[in-house]
Nanobody, 121 residues
Framework: QVQLVESGGGLVQAGGSLRLSCAASGNIRSINAMGWYRQQPGKQRELVATQNRFGNINYTDSVKGRFTISRDNAKNTAYLQMNSLKPEDTAVYYC???????????????WGRGTQVTVSS
């Protein structure tokens, strides 16, 4: 069992910044990758940024230059620094981890419950 807990969401004005955190806990053998997804009102969930255990990072085009993903592998924690926020960034942001449990031989995908980010114009 892996639990992901997000924090740092809230209400900000356009142009402001937020820093999201995601802490993974449980019977974790290893984490292959962690990332952030978001679901905007009326739209499907989409990838925002991911980072694997080798440091390879992928961003969706709409956040490049504004958002930065990082990880603290020792703490099993991922971060998303969001700068120059726009109203279109308003969404529920979900943390994702691809992890091996101590009892598993294969990767499984885990999701946090989400944190609301609202950007006012």
């Amino acid at each position: 069992q892996v639990q992901l807990v997000e924090s740092g969401g809230g209400l900000v004005q356009a142009g402001g910044s937020l820093r999201l955190s995601c802490a993974a806990s449980g019977n974790i053998r290893s984490i292959n990758a962690m990332g952030w997804y978001r679901q905007q009102p009326g739209k499907q969930r989409e990838l925002v940024a991911t980072q694997n255990r080798f440091g390879n990072i992928n961003y969706t085009d709409s956040v490049k230059g504004r958002f930065t993903i990082s990880r603290d592998n020792a703490k099993n924690t991922a971060y998303l620094q969001m700068n120059s926020l726009k109203p279109e960034d308003t969404a529920v942001y979900y943390c994702r981890a691809d992890a091996l449990l101590t009892s598993d031989s294969g990767l499984r995908n885990y999701w946090g419950r989400g944190t609301q980010v609202t950007v006012s114009s």
